[in-house]
């Protein structure tokens, strides 16, 4: 249906084992296959986790592709996050995701960074300019927001303190990130927010995800796809079309990308973008 062509970026997790490894290698390739901007890899509170981002995000960039690894800050020391700003600097990593994170529960201190704003200050005056940094925006709120307008405040502050584009949580409600965007304008932030885009796959795998971050998962989507139970073929089909018929509203509402949460499967991420009309 001739939709504009506009930048895709695929975020991954770092896998726990060598099968896992080398099946993310191999979900690489095929998504490589559409051009991808970069690859992202997510990051959590804990060493060995850490760790598993940094060898994630080696691997990428050994393969000739633009790797950006994310970076919480929740729970660790400036000394820490300076280590490894200047460990992915040195590889020639030039994109950065800053977040706040969440502690795992149960698990150590706040650390010295309370919010994203302040993680994305230390990054300019640590790197000054060397790093694009994407920061993460919510189109139905953060959950601990106190109100909308305040989360949207907040928002505001780590653009301020020089992130240079969003990507936004999942949603299914193409009117939230509309409406969120508008807002931006009227509050003088200019930079793009490329909306994340989830592909149905698993449905009990997706409500679990929408109930901790807060994305909706519409009433005539969660009951269509309940309705499914164990069938998981009409699950993704559903999924596909429904999730295409989002990417083309927000294309032709001016979308400048898209972020695909791909969950480290390249099948309904690449789906999605053949019936866009991307091509492999
Ligand atoms: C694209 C994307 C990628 C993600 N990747 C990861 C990942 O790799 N690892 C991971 O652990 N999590 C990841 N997350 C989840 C994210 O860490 C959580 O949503 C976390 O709870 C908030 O992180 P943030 O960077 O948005 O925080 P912040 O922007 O700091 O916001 C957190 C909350 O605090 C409020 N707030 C912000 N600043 C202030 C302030 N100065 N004063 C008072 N209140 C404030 C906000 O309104 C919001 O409610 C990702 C989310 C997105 C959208």
Redesign the pocket.
Known sequence: MGNRQIPISF?F?PPQTPEGTEKLTAARKRLAAVNPEFF??????GGSIQDR?LGTIKQIHAEGHHAAP?????GSTRENIRALLFAYRDMGIKRI??????LPSGMGSIGEF??????VSFIRAETGDHFHI?????PE??????SAR??L???Q??MNAGANS?????FYNADAYFRFVEECRTLGVTAPVVP?IMPIVRFSQLARFSDT??AEIPRWMRKTLEGYGDDNESVQAFGLDVVTRLCEKLVAGGAPGF?F?TLNQAGASLEILKRLGYRA
Do not use: W
């Open positions: 975020e997790f992202s890899v997510t990051f959590g509170a981002t994310h970076l919480s800050c929740v995701v800053a977040l706040r994170g969440d309370q919010y994203a704003n302040e993680l994407e920061v993460a925006a919510y709120f953060h959950p601990q927001a106190k305040d989360d405040l907040n928002f502050r780590k969003a990507i936004t949580q999942y994340g971050c807060g972020h949460y």
